[in-house]
């Protein structure tokens, strides 16, 4: 891949994710031509997405336009547009409304959710990767308990105030927690009817304990925090049926169902659909979730122009692991594929393979309760949280962002509230 | 109108509006059941809702929840619901699932966009009326510079990057002046292929000046200011045609049609469709905009136990001029309402017909420019907008909210950032 004396090497990049948007940083930097395409006009910083399904945080605190990130590098042309299909061989990206021709691609676009074939449970049980997820999410919860308020029938309100979260991951338990707060602080005094306390949070893990991606002794941590704020916790508790007001679980050999209005899905994901367009186009393999397999230096085997990183690859670490989809392993990605692709352009010899260096994880439980496997040592409680909370705040991405997330943190510290309880949208 | 002595007097209210929101907090000091029903879960602050449209804030930074601002009166009941009709003789409000009697009704339910029979424009020419309006108008303006800066003919292009606004009140005004600010300085040096200064921003009235229910003198001010950072100011302009992509002006004698892919409704309101279940139950006479015409106590003359206030109302003051559609005007109006209750309740002989006292009007054209029609003294320029500025500030509810405001318009000062320049909803 030898650079043309005429043309600038031109690199196109899929996706303004913390994957695409670290890639498109690094290689702005090489003397190339930067084309970066996202579905969105923004970036989104999706660990706080949870934050604002549960009405804490607004929308645009969450998110930056991916121009205005990278309005410096001048090399960089950013476009909103949909990747629809792929010709590998003319290297030829095909838009919704356009192509564009690239020398190297570099896919990161990320996953969405995974019912596990029972798709028709979306409209049940609505997932939370969008801002539209999140907003929808918390329109149901808010309106859960609007309904209730004016419900006569005593087991149709029980249903109402009964919220069912099918995932014990990270995300699932940070709604879980969140949720509690909302019915026994934030809303304590708002109703006449009811008594938004009495709300129950269950959360459904078809694993043997929740956080299956954590130590063992941290993930007991965290159940045990969630069910002193009064979350059912059921682990081995496989979803096996959803309708309009109801959930069925089967744990062991015997199934129950639980009479709940509003249910969310946090249990799993599958590639984005142009993991499916590289392997009928470039020859690319595909794990059972839609991952795309990528080689050691994160391009794939069939096609080294064209690298797959975040949430989209399959890659597995020294021991065999598969690398979690958190943004850690997504930026490192858009950083190592920078590095091959200068060491291409400049004729070096190419780096060694790509390692992920784990950070650690975290996950909030609620109000000054966390788990964090920070590797060199796991805390729990209020440190973990304190923690959490400062890693964040420093990660979202603009200034602005920042200090109006970190004052609405602490105002809800203090008074318990949150304060973009809105139900928008749906059903006005 | 005797209380009885086993159920104390139940009051509805239907909206949660400046003037409903006033009249139950006034009323709720009365020995009375109240029960406030909305369609929405939150009270927006609407003279911001401009700021929303054009990415300055966050929707949920003007409303908050309804059942959280009067959750300290014990005897406000909220509802979310949605009043559809009316038995006047039996003293019953009709929900969209249920039913309300009442003892007193206080209809508060606002305003529509009015189209003059031009009911097909809605979707061409969105007004700005509700937090949805104003997040598809957000989303149409920052798709147009998007869309123009994929696009390579240049007619097409300069129709994208050209925001047409019909109605030169103080929603036109404001619009027009925050577009002109982020096209020649939010954008800056966002994009490649074009540059966002060079869009144009005409507003169109159908008046003689802009600004008709101002002073001449603070409405060429306006005018001039408007101009001097480059909008185009078109007034004796009618619309006579929309279609998608361009707007038809009639002005004297002749018609003029502009290209123009983003245009804007701040033309006229027309009452809420309660009008006519008043007029169809109670007897209620309407204006030619749909306003229900009350009596000077504010109550139907057929029907002294029923209130209308705030926009839906027409009502004139001593010079026989229309009451404005502002908040100061609900608000007042809510407060008298309470007044006329609680001596009827009492006994005690009726208060003096309401008298609107008009501590003035103001609206902003931008940065450090603004009009205030004050009544002791006419200002305008950056003293007029400090004086806007101040006075909504203290005017939105909640801290919080306040605090958030505040921050995001100095970072917009500073900075000339809009951080919430998000396109959701709509095309994904």
Chains 1, 2 share one sequence.
Do not use: C
């Not at 707060?181 to 938004?196: C, S, V």
């Not at 004052?407 to 309880?421: G, H």
């Amino acid at each position: 891949m030898v650079q043309s004396m005429e043309t600038r090497h031109r690199v196109v990049i899929v996706g303004g994710g913390f994957g695409g948007l670290r890639a498109a940083r690094a290689l702005a930097r090489l003397p190339a031509e930067l084309t970066l395409v996202d579905r969105r006009n923004f970036h989104l910083f999706q660990p706080l997405l949870y934050q604002v399904a549960t009405g804490a945080l607004s929308p645009a605190n969450i998110a930056a336009p991916i121009r205005s990130l990278l309005k410096r590098e001048k090399n960089v042309r950013v476009l909103l547009g949909e990747a629809t299909a792929l010709d590998a061989k003319k290297r030829v990206l095909f838009l919704s409304d356009g192509e564009l021709a690239y020398d190297t691609l570099v896919v990161a676009a990320g996953v969405r959710h995974h019912y596990f074939g029972h798709e028709e449970w979306e409209t049940l049980a609505p997932g939370l990767k969008t801002l539209e997820d999140a907003t929808e999410i918390r329109r149901r919860i808010l309106l859960a308990f609007e309904t209730a308020e004016r419900e006569s029938d005593p087991a149709r309100r029980r249903a109402l105030l009964t919220f069912a979260i099918i995932g014990g991951g990270p995300t699932g338990v940070e709604l879980a927690g969140a949720l509690t707060e909302i019915a026994r602080h934030t809303l304590r005094g708002n109703f006449r009817a009811i008594d938004p306390s009495e709300a129950r949070v269950l959360l459904f893990e078809a694993a043997e304990r929740i956080l299956p991606g954590y130590a063992p002794d941290l993930a007991a941590k965290a159940a045990q925090a969630l069910t002193r704020i009064g979350v059912a916790v059921r682990t081995s508790s496989l979803v096996t049926g959803l309708s309009e007001g109801s959930v069925t679980i089967r744990q062991g050999g015997s199934e129950e169902t639980f009479p709940a209005r509003t249910v969310l899905w946090a249990a799993g994901v599958k590639g984005s659909p142009l993991g499916g367009t590289l392997a009928a186009s470039a020859g690319a393999e595909l794990d059972r979730a839609g991952r795309v397999l990528v080689g050691p230096d994160l391009a794939l085997p069939s096609h080294p122009e064209i690298f797959v990183i975040g949430d989209l690859a399959a890659l597995h670490d020294a021991r065999g692991r598969p690398l979690p989809g958190v943004a850690q392993v997504a930026m490192q990605q858009g950083h190592y594929v920078a590095r091959v692709v200068r060491a291409r352009l400049s004729g070096a010899p190419p780096p060694p393979p790509f390692r992920y260096v784990d950070f650690g994880s975290m996950a909030t439980i609620g109000r000054g309760a966390a788990v964090a496997d920070l590797r060199i040592v796991r805390i729990s409680g209020m440190l973990a949280w304190l923690a959490w909370l400062f890693l964040h705040l420093m990660y979202i991405v603009q200034f602005a962002n920042r200090l109006l997330v970190f004052i609405q943190w602490a105002w809800s510290y203090v008074t318990w509230n949150r304060s973009a309880r809105l139900i928008t949208g749906g059903r006005r």
